[in-house]
């Protein structure tokens, strides 16, 4: 009765205005009356698929029963840590002391933590005003740390790094949205991206009004890279009147896993130069390198090394405490360093970062840690050692029995994965189950990945929300689970498979 009573007023309170109800309702906000931008924009690793999964998950937790598995396996998006691998030692540590200073001063201090990573912490401190790792920073990250990355940076290329160069950002997605912002001025402007890519770089052009320009990696190569490609999709985009501003390159690939060739890189600069395109770096994968054929390279340093400067291009590396070894992906570090680009232009810049105010400050710490680690020498660099060894030797092997589990799958062939966190095998898929995937309105790769999931409990993303050659249907799955859980999981796939593709047999 209250609450009929309650709604009467209300209805009379509008009315009073001369606004019915049906007139409120008329002006609420609705799917077309959003930004269209938004509309357009899409993330795969966290779309359908995902929100199946969570669903399922909690089915799980109120009925344990409920499915013929007993847990969801994500195997969607690189987040180490939520798949039990556990944080490097020391750099928890110091994110510790600096999180809360008043224990640096404690007798129990010295028993609990090394004595490198107190001295670490007491020197980060020294370099915040006031010591207050709560309180707003410098819009470009906090000055000390912009030069230990910097320093990080010349020593890994052997060429100076300049800290006024480097923006601390929260990971690098939000580095990437301010270069899209910065660039793009409308639906003429373009930016070429491989396909497939990170569904980063498509949602973000999509948000801020340009075109992705694809140009496509080349499976059979092992997702090689070709010059005449990019030439190729930059002729087409021009000829529709298309001003294209950037090149993205990701290297380590993702989510193809490919690591580039030296020689390839320098003819990307090159390009990029002849062309007077941006390069946007994404190098977030840097210390994950797992054939030993394979080295990584920074474009910067690979430019350096050309004897190309400021004045020749302009270059953007984007780097993420999230990945590598460290995989601290809920802190949210990373940064982007800018070369090549004019005062004025480093201004806006500023100007963009300065309205989001500052990165979180424990992120900034860590990006500083993960380009600074311990030395030989330091208290606790063999701890250290002996965690970054064991997480980077262990992915090795789990990148290895994944690789080999999915060739030995019928109509399944996946390159190996040199580098990064995935494997994007390609799965070619019988007519019949195409034919199912169009009766249920679905596309063929996101139906396979569904029934995997509603049968194995595992998540994967469909290989079209990241782009691939028409006609050719993909998965990415991360190598993440631990170890001893990828036996497992090779048998659930691998029982799944078959019974889908006798299922669907022509």
């Known amino acids: 009765m209250r609450l009929i009573l309650q709604n009467t007023k209300n209805m009379s309170f509008f009315m009073s205005f001369g606004l019915s109800s049906n007139s409120m309702a008329s002006n609420h906000i609705t799917i077309d009356t959003i930004n269209p931008k938004v509309l357009e924009c899409e993330y795969a690793v966290r779309g359908e698929i995902v929100i199946l999964a969570q669903k399922l998950q909690e089915e799980l937790k109120n009925n344990p029963n409920s499915h013929p598995f007993d847990e969801i396996l994500y ?63 410098h819009s470009q990250g906090i000055k000390g740390l912009r030069d230990t990355i910097a320093a990080g940076i010349e020593a890994r ?14 990971g690098a997605s939000p580095a990437v949205h301010m270069m899209m912002q910065l660039l793009i001025r409308s639906k003429n402007d373009g930016i070429l991206c491989p396909i497939p890519q990170y569904p980063l770089y498509s949602a973000s052009i999509a948000l801020h009004g340009g075109t992705l320009v694809p140009y496509y990696l080349d499976e059979a190569t092992g997702w090689g890279l070709e010059i005449s490609e990019l030439r190729n999709q930059l002729e087409t985009a021009k000829s529709k009147g298309i001003s294209v501003r950037a090149l993205v390159v990701i290297n380590p ?26 390069l946007l770096a994404d190098e977030v994968y840097q210390e994950n390198i797992y054939v030993p054929d394979k080295k990584f390279h920074s474009f910067k340093k690979v430019a350096r090394s050309m004897g190309y400067g400021e004045k020749d291009i302009s270059l953007v590396s984007f780097q993420s405490v999230s990945k590598g070894y460290y995989g601290e992906c809920g802190k949210r570090g990373g940064y982007m360093e800018i070369t090549g ?18 990165s979180n400050i424990s992120g900034q710490i860590l990006a500083s840690l993960v380009m600074n680690p311990p030395k030989v020498g330091d208290e606790s660099y063999e701890s250290y050692s002996a965690e970054k060894d064991a997480i980077l030797s262990s992915l090795v092997r789990r990148a290895q029995q994944l690789e080999k589990a999915f060739n030995s799958l019928e109509g ?14 390609r799965i ?29 409990g595992i998540v994967v993303v469909p290989g079209s929300g990241f782009g691939q050659v028409p006609g050719t249907w993909h998965f990415r799955c991360t190598i993440l689970p631990q170890e001893d859980r990828i036996p497992a999981i090779i048998s659930r796939l691998t029982e799944f498979h078959k019974e889908f593709m006798d299922e669907f047999a022509c």
């Open 75 to 137: 195997c969607n998006i690189g987040n180490p840590q939520s798949l039990g691998q556990q944080p490097i030692t020391f750099f928890r540590e110091v994110l510790a002391l600096c999180a809360y200073p008043a224990i640096l001063d404690k007798a129990e201090t010295k028993n609990l933590f090394s004595p490198d990573s107190i001295k670490r912490a007491s020197d980060i401190l020294g370099q915040i005003p006031g010591r207050a790792t709560g309180a707003y920073s």
């Open 157 to 170: 290329d052997g060429f100076p790094a300049d800290p006024n160069d480097i923006f601390l950002t929260d």
């Open 253 to 278: 690939g993702n989510p193809t896993g490919q690591v580039l060739a030296k020689n390839n890189q320098k003819e990307i600069v090159d390009f990029c130069k002849k062309e007077g395109l941006v």
């Open 341 to 358: 680009f004019s005062p004025d232009i480093r201004e806006q810049i500023y100007k963009l970062a300065s309205v989001n105010l500052c």
């Open 412 to 425: 399944v062939s996946c390159n190996r994965a040199e580098g990064a966190m995935y494997l994007f095998p």
């Open 428 to 456: 070619d898929l019988p007519n019949k189950a195409i034919e199912a995937a169009k009766a249920v309105n679905s596309g063929p790769d996101a139906f396979y990945a569904r029934r995997l999931l509603n049968a194995t």
